[in-house]
């Protein structure tokens, strides 16, 4: 079964820094493309990067990019957000999502909270 574990989030003052984990077990984790997404209250949720099988290519959206870095550790089954420059309007419920033969996996989240 798909399982997937968020970690990592936290409160966090404007210009701060938090790096998310997801952990995941119950597939072939080297073999997929993983995202991250995140829901701000009364909003929708929002893709924020995108990361390779291996690896090699990365994607963010626009209001992040420049800021977030994704990254992955096969060996360890576990994927990565690094998050710089933290703004107020990245307070939001960060997932970590992976589609297997169609079919959308999440994780639980993790409340990340940038205020001062």
């Known amino acids: 079964q798909v399982h997937l574990v968020e970690s990592g989030g936290g409160l966090v003052q404007p210009g701060g820094s938090l790096r998310l984990s997801c952990a995941a077990s119950?597939?072939?984790?080297?073999?997929?493309?993983m995202t991250w997404y995140r829901q701000a209250p009364g909003k929708e949720r929002e893709w924020v990067a995108g990361?390779?099988?291996?690896?090699?290519?990365?994607d963010y959206g626009d209001s992040v990019k420049g800021r977030f870095a994704i990254s992955r550790d096969n060996a360890k089954n576990t994927l990565y957000l690094q998050m710089n420059s933290l703004k107020p309007e990245d307070t939001a419920v960060y997932y970590c999502r992976v589609v297997i033969m169609g079919k959308i996996a999440w994780g639980q989240g993790t409340q990340v909270t940038v205020s001062s």
């Open positions: 119950g597939f072939a984790f080297s073999r997929h493309f």
């Open positions: 990361i390779t099988d291996v690896g090699t290519d990365t």
